[in-house]
């Protein structure tokens, strides 16, 4: 309840009470060409303004001092002639703007004389269901399964054991004891809190602002296909083993060397069905997309499934407004073996390429002219087409979480980006030396590859245009 206006609090009200972390929610930001200061919602687009007396106050709103330490900081550190309740006034307008949620004056009152005598000792603990994996390319992931969704944060060795300490000493001990930084530790509960892993402390629920980009891209979850993968994974496990593996790569060795003979007749066929039908071909297309995704993505569920993974969600997703299957794998990223991540990011690609092989063999054998010619026709392109959009590592695809999965890099584009960020900063980069390379190249390649995009589009739009304007 926010603090009300005529409640005359003061500083020996609050002294014992701690400021609560206003980073877990908010950034603090310098103003261009002002002194004052911008408080911005990390999740949403809420802006406020403060002073520069009031933000240097609000950087220590980290969750380890108390009003009265604060208070302190800010007289000792500010030359100016700070009001003894400036705190107080602070947190009053905090309550007021809906930044912070303030206690009535009698509760502050009754948790001040029970502070006396017991003291309370703030910890920070790991909800039961939180699990540790230990990964073989180094470092550790917390997996927290909720009933509906799968969380994972990804820790080094020193994180894990900060998680450890944050389990049984308060904050200040451990910054005193074991030289952390507070910025650090800090960043390091704001990461667990917003996961959810913390007890006490749920996942904040955040509405993401309208974009256009979602006219772009957007999902619908239609149900948890979990217990019918589970139903059902024991029929098709022949198809893991070494023997269906070799059968499978002489298939596509063969359909390969067809393809290759027959080049030319693929080409001329698709000239002349184009040439024939035109655009009525757009609408059996986009339906054979769609069932070629949809393959794809139950070989990834069934693939996950086949080691022990789970699968919470399976719907539709719509990328310009063309339609299609997801299924939600987040729980590829338990898996230690790194073989197994990489097969389960994998399995869709393959089912795509099988897709091509069958199509191509029937279209080979069919006789020309009829319904089943052309059906196999499109089948073929629609699977060969969303192989090579799926394939791009430079789009967050198929290509991109494979080159994840074989090279241990979880989060590659944005560790990419930050490592240019680091040596901007002439910092010291945390990164593995064996994955310096690989993300000294991505980086560039994604700006080079968007401006890419950029200028086709523009000259597109330009090509496109330019004859209307001419005509007028």
């Known amino acids: 309840m926010p603090l009300p206006k005529n409640s005359n609090l003061n500083i020996t009200d609050y002294q014992a009470w701690i400021c609560p972390n206003l980073k877990i929610h908010w950034q603090i930001l310098p103003v261009c060409d002002s002194e004052q200061v911008l408080l911005k919602a990390i999740k949403t687009e809420q802006k406020l303004l403060f002073s520069a007396t009031e933000g240097y106050a609000l950087k220590h709103f980290d969750g380890t001092l108390t009003v009265k330490e604060v208070q302190e900081k800010c007289?000792?550190?500010?030359?100016?002639?700070?009001?003894?309740?400036?705190?107080?006034?602070?947190?009053?307008?905090?309550?007021?703007?809906?930044?912070?949620?303030?206690?009535?004056?009698?509760?502050?009152?009754?948790?001040?004389?029970?502070?006396?005598?017991?003291?309370?000792?703030?910890?920070?603990?790991?909800?039961?269901?939180?699990?540790?994996?230990?990964?073989?390319?180094?470092?550790?992931?917390?997996?927290?399964?909720?009933?509906?969704?799968?969380?994972?944060?990804?820790?080094?060795?020193?994180?894990?054991?900060?998680?450890?300490?944050?389990?049984?000493?308060?904050?200040?001990?451990?910054?005193?004891?074991?030289?952390?930084?507070?910025?650090?530790?800090?960043?390091?509960?704001?990461n667990l809190a917003v996961k959810g892993m913390l007890e006490g402390i749920e996942s904040p629920k955040f509405k993401k602002p309208f974009s256009i980009l979602q006219l772009l891209f957007f999902?619908?979850?239609?149900?948890?296909?979990?217990?019918?993968?589970?139903?059902?994974?024991?029929?098709?496990?022949?198809?893991?083993?070494?023997?269906?593996?070799?059968?499978?790569?002489?298939?596509?060795?063969?359909?390969?060397?067809?393809?290759?003979?027959?080049?030319?007749r693929i080409t001329t066929f698709g000239q002349e069905l184009w040439n024939s039908q035109g655009f009525s071909l757009i609408f059996p297309f986009a339906l054979l997309m769609m069932l070629v995704v949809s393959i794809h993505e139950l070989g990834h569920a069934f693939t996950l499934k086949h080691y022990k993974g789970v699968v919470l969600d399976i719907g539709l997703m719509f990328i310009c407004l063309l339609p299609g299957a997801y299924t939600n794998t987040t729980d590829a990223y338990g898996l230690v073996k790194r073989r197994q991540r990489t097969l389960v990011m994998a399995a869709g690609v393959i089912c795509q390429v099988v897709i091509w092989g069958i199509a191509l063999c029937f279209w080979s054998i069919s006789t020309p002219g009829n319904w089943f010619y052309t059906a196999t026709y499109l089948l073929m392109l629609a699977a060969q087409l969303t192989l090579a959009l799926n394939l791009n590592p430079l789009n967050k695809f198929d290509g991109y979480y494979l080159v994840e999965a074989m090279t241990g890099i979880n989060h590659l584009r944005k560790r990419s980006f930050a490592y240019y960020g680091q040596l901007w900063r002439r910092e010291p980069s945390p990164e593995r030396t064996e994955d310096i390379g690989i993300l000294a190249v991505y980086a560039p390649a994604c700006l080079v590859y968007i401006t890419w995009l950029l200028f086709n589009l523009f000259f597109w739009i330009w090509h496109l245009y330019t004859p209307y304007f001419a005509g007028k």
Not at 223 to 237: G, T, V
């Open 219 to 264: 999902k619908f979850r239609l149900f948890n296909p979990d217990n019918w993968l589970n139903r059902n994974i024991n029929k098709i496990r022949f198809i893991f083993t070494t023997e269906f593996c070799f059968l499978l790569c002489m298939f596509l060795g063969f359909t390969t060397v067809i393809a290759f003979s027959i080049q030319d």
């Open 75 to 190: 007289q000792q550190e500010l030359r100016e002639e700070i009001d003894s309740n400036f705190i107080v006034q602070l947190l009053e307008k905090l309550g007021d703007l809906r930044v912070l949620t303030i206690p009535k004056r009698k509760e502050i009152q009754n948790s001040n004389a029970d502070s006396q005598t017991t003291q309370t000792i703030k910890i920070y603990r790991l909800k039961s269901a939180v699990q540790w994996i230990q990964h073989t390319d180094g470092y550790w992931l917390l997996r927290l399964q909720n009933t509906d969704s799968i969380a994972y944060m990804q820790v080094s060795n020193y994180d894990k054991k900060l998680i450890v300490y944050l389990s049984k000493l308060p904050l200040k001990n451990i910054v005193d004891q074991y030289q952390v930084s507070p910025q650090y530790l800090q960043e390091l509960l704001h």
